[in-house]
T-cell receptor
């Protein structure tokens, strides 16, 4: 079946540190991959996405590259800010899924950035 | 544009009570979804709809019913609430394909005692 595995949190960093949140997936065919972010007390917002192998999604200084050979979509940012503190979700959509599924989410990784 | 709105924001129920959560979107999206979010579980799909008048089961549909009588609204009902349904519920919508960007509401925090 389809699944997404994210690194366990919480991740605690100082401002301006480098961030990596690992995400790997299991899927048949050619899924689309997403990173969503959830700020405290809010719903999820799309951060970036990639729809085919070797695509790089980027937004707000975050980026992730769709690696089919390693089935990964790791999220990176060169210099985090306190305002990046949130929960980050990796997700996939597999167009070959049977009806009954939409996005498949990882369990989420909490990032806490201190000044 | 308000985007996706959810009513209510918080609710406490007793076991066996019923309630309806309302989701509304003003983006003319065809697809709408209900998810639940539990600690350490990520988001799981309850039900979804691919257009007005249609509904379909997701990963965890038991104990819930839905209706999509109008394109802009998607209702989630709990007929007889159970403590296992204590969760945060999110509604989302997308333009027409499941792989399109999904836009999420702010969530409803439900506690069943």
């Amino acid at each position: 079946g389809n699944s997404v595995t994210q690194m366990e949190g919480p991740v605690t960093l100082s401002e301006e540190a480098f961030l990596t949140i690992n995400c790997t997936y299991t899927a048949t065919g050619y899924p689309s991959l997403f990173w969503y972010v959830q700020y405290p007390g809010e719903g999820l917002q799309l951060l970036l996405k990639a729809t085919k192998a070797d695509d790089k999604g980027s937004n707000k200084g975050f980026e992730a590259t769709y690696r089919k050979e390693t089935t990964s979509f790791h999220l990176e940012k060169g210099s985090v800010q306190v305002s990046d503190s949130a929960v980050y979700f990796c997700a996939l959509h597999n167009p070959s899924n049977q009806a009954g599924t939409a996005l498949i989410f990882g369990k989420g990784t909490t990032l806490s950035v201190s000044s | 544009n308000a985007g996706v709105t959810q009513t209510p924001k918080f609710r406490v129920l007793k076991t066996g009570q019923s309630m309806t959560l309302l989701c509304a979107q003003d983006m003319n999206h065809e697809y709408m979804y209900w998810y639940r979010q539990d600690p350490g579980m990520g988001l799981r799909l309850i039900h979804y709809s691919v257009g007005e008048g249609t509904t379909a089961k997701g990963e965890v549909p038991d104990g819930y019913n839905v209706s999509r009588l109008k394109k802009q609204n998607f209702l989630l009902g709990l007929e007889s609430a159970a403590p296992s349904q204590t969760s945060v519920y999110f509604c989302a919508s997308s333009y027409w394909r499941e792989s399109d960007t999904q836009y999420f509401g702010p969530g409803t925090r439900l506690t069943v005692l």
